[in-house]
């Protein structure tokens, strides 16, 4: 699965392009007074103006292989990390992945991780072109079980078959993009912050067609 075009909620445009472009290096791509667009990657990350609502998501961002320590040393140097266990990356053993986090000006749960499986490289040097997509959103709702069950039959996407699904937690997709489905009010990984629903739309490819979900 491909994420193209994920549109989250933001009560701060013009921090949130400020916030951006000194901690990831992001320029937006187009400004306008009630919408920002980045491009990360592949994807299309867009950000509408919403009005006191205070939304907060969980996303990913994924990285080279070969890039992942120069986007942590980068990062660091322009944010505070979110530590994982006494640590600031986290090791996923069963998803062969390492990961880290941190929090954008809008409270966001931010993740950038490198997935071996893919083995991506990259050749040049490290800079905001180095980032490969937006690999990861995460959909909150009141039943997990019935939402990744309808993501399977309606839109083709299949249970991650690195994560065992519960009723509280589940993760549809694979390797190169995912929906990180959690039961809300359930805490938001490596935080304590309890996941809401705020509104979110992501356009995505797969089985070689373009899908798109509205929540």
């Not at 990961?99 to 950038?112: K, Q």
């Not at 309890?194 to 490819?205: G, N």
Request: a negative charge; glycine letters at 4%; aromatic letters at 14%.
């Amino acid at each position: 699965m491909n994420i193209i075009e994920l549109e989250l909620l933001s009560d701060d445009l013009i921090a949130t392009e400020k916030f951006y472009k000194k901690v990831l290096g992001l320029n937006p791509s187009f400004v306008e007074k009630e919408a920002l667009f980045f491009e990360v990657g592949y994807t299309k990350l867009i950000f509408k103006k919403s009005d006191n609502q205070k939304p907060v998501y969980h996303f990913a961002i994924d990285l080279p292989n070969n890039r992942f320590f120069d986007a942590h040393y980068f990062i660091k140097a322009n944010t505070t990390l979110i530590k994982v266990e006494d640590d600031e990356i986290a090791n996923f053993v069963n998803w062969d992945a390492k990961s880290f986090y941190f929090y954008d000006n809008n409270g966001n749960i931010v993740e950038c991780i490198t997935r071996y499986p893919q083995r991506p490289y990259d050749e040049a040097a490290f800079s905001s072109k180095s980032y490969i997509s937006v690999s990861e959103v995460g959909l909150v709702t009141n039943n997990v079980k019935e939402l990744a069950d309808t993501l399977a039959r309606e839109e083709g996407v299949p249970i991650f078959k690195r994560q065992p699904r519960t009723d509280t937690f589940t993760v549809s997709g694979d390797d190169e993009g995912l929906f990180i489905i959690a039961l809300k009010g359930r805490d938001w990984y490596p935080t304590t912050l309890k996941a809401q629903s705020f509104r979110t739309r992501v356009l995505f490819m797969q089985n070689g067609e373009l899908e798109h979900i509205v929540r």
